[in-house]
C-alpha cells in the first residue's frame, strides 16, 4: 500500500534550542537505515524545514517505526490509492449506492 507522509518542525523555546533539535535530527537521519520493507517512491522537501515522501510498504508496523525514530518532527501519515484505482472504485461504490449493477473486485 501507498502512503504520503508528510513532516514539519515542532516549535522550540529559543534560537539555541531550535538549533540543536536541528542537529540532532541531522545526527539521527544518517545514522538511521530505513526498512527493507518500505521503498521512497518521492521524498521532497518544502521550503521550510518541511516535507513530503510517497512510500510503499506491505508492513504498516514500519511506519510506527519511522514516526518513532523521528519523532521530534511532526509526522502526519496518510493511506493512499492510485487515482484509477480510486476512480473505478468511486464509480462502483456510486453505481452499487444507487441500485446499478456493479462488479465489485
Known amino acids: ?3 504520503v507522509v508528510a513532516w514539519q518542525e515542532r516549535p522550540t523555546g529559543s ?3 531550535y538549533e540543536a533539535a536541528q542537529k540532532r535530527i541531522r545526527d539521527v537521519f544518517t545514522l538511521w537505515k530505513m ?3 518500505l521503498t521512497i517512491h518521492q521524498f ?3 521550503v521550510g524545514e518541511s516535507g513530503y515522501a510517497l512510500l510503499e ?3 504498516p508496523a514500519d511506519l510506527q517505526y519511522l514516526t518513532t525514530v523521528f519523532a521530534p518532527r511532526s509526522i502526519t ?3 493512499m490509492t492510485d ?3 480510486a476512480g473505478a472504485r468511486d464509480t462502483c461504490g456510486s453505481d452499487w449506492r444507487n ?3 456493479c462488479s465489485q473486485p
Do not use: F, I, N
Open 99 to 101: 441500485g446499478l449493477p
Open 35 to 37: 526498512p527493507a520493507s
Open 1 to 3: 500500500m501507498k502512503y
Open 15 to 17: 534560537d539555541e534550542e
Open 44 to 46: 521532497v522537501a518544502r
Open 83 to 85: 487515482a484509477t484505482d
Open 77 to 79: 501519515v496518510v493511506p
Open 57 to 59: 510498504t506491505d508492513e
